[in-house]
């Protein structure tokens, strides 16, 4: 009995040092607020990389696709450079045509030569004056020169030659005609230029 009331009363005993003691309560309580604020910031880490993942893959999807939008205008862009020349070429065939019939006009059977001649050479005007005009629509014109001062952005000079009628350094005669791309030269013209006077 004794040992027994002696077990109750050391109990009794250090659970009122317990009360005594100052700051035990409280320090559960302060570890119980750090383990909260701990799973809470443990809660915010896990967000943000959940949020940075997400970001990243996004971002690679985006890299992907710009990628390959990339190729598809490269792939594009040769087909069109490959291809640039399509409209011009089909009018230049109806070209090809007209000297086929004017030839096949020429040739005739039972046809006279002189006659045949004649409408060989009216199928060739027809055939120039064609072309002259697909070649307008495409925005190549013929450079003016006989007659005009020598430039020789324009003009390459083969020889020179005295004229009582055409001024020095103007064009004398075209050998070969001069032709521009829109406002660029595509090839120049081939001329004889005046020196002046014989004297």
Same mark, same amino acid.
């Given at each position: 009995m004794?040992?027994? #009331?002696?077990?109750?009363?050391?109990?009794?005993?250090v659970?009122?040092?317990g009360?005594?003691?100052?700051?035990?309560? $409280?320090?559960?309580?302060?570890a119980?607020?750090e383990?909260?604020e $701990?799973?809470?910031?443990?809660?915010?880490l896990?967000?943000?990389?959940a949020?940075?993942?997400? !970001?990243?893959? !996004?971002?690679?999807?985006?890299?992907?696709e710009?990628?390959?939008?990339? #190729?598809?205008?490269?792939?594009e862009?040769?087909?069109?450079?490959?291809?640039?020349?399509?409209?011009?070429?089909?009018?230049?065939?109806?070209?090809?045509?007209?000297?086929?019939r004017?030839?096949?006009?020429?040739?005739?059977?039972?046809?006279?030569? %002189?006659q045949?001649l004649a409408?060989?050479? $009216?199928?060739? !005007?027809?055939?120039?004056?064609?072309?002259?005009a697909?070649? %307008?629509?495409?925005?190549?014109?013929p450079?003016?020169?006989v007659?005009?001062?020598?430039?020789?952005?324009?003009?390459?000079?083969?020889?020179?030659?005295?004229?009582?009628?055409v001024p020095?350094?103007?064009?004398?005669? $075209?050998?070969?005609?001069?032709?521009?791309?829109?406002?660029?030269?595509?090839?120049a013209? #081939? /001329?004889? /230029?005046?020196?002046?006077?014989?004297?």
């Open positions: 004794s040992e027994e #009331k002696s077990r109750e009363e050391v109990l009794e005993d659970g009122s040092v009360e005594d003691m100052p700051g035990v309560g $409280e320090v559960a309580e302060g119980s607020e383990a909260m $701990e799973s809470t910031i443990e809660k915010q896990d967000d943000a990389l949020d940075a993942a997400e !970001q990243k893959d !996004q971002m690679m999807r985006i890299a992907a710009f990628e390959n939008y990339k #190729k598809r205008m490269i792939r862009k040769s087909m069109a450079m490959k291809y640039s020349g399509e409209p011009i070429f089909r009018d230049i065939l109806a070209t090809v045509d007209n000297l086929e004017a030839i096949a006009q020429g040739q005739a059977e039972g046809v006279e030569p %002189e045949g409408s060989l050479l $009216e199928g060739v !005007q027809l055939t120039l004056k064609s072309l002259m697909t070649l %307008e629509k495409f925005e190549v014109t450079i003016s020169s007659g005009e001062a020598f430039d020789p952005t324009n003009h390459e000079a083969l020889t020179m030659e005295p004229s009582d009628t020095a350094n103007h064009i004398l005669n $075209e050998f070969e005609k001069g032709y521009q791309y829109k406002d660029r030269l595509l090839r013209a #081939k /001329v004889i /230029v005046s020196a002046g006077d014989k004297e």
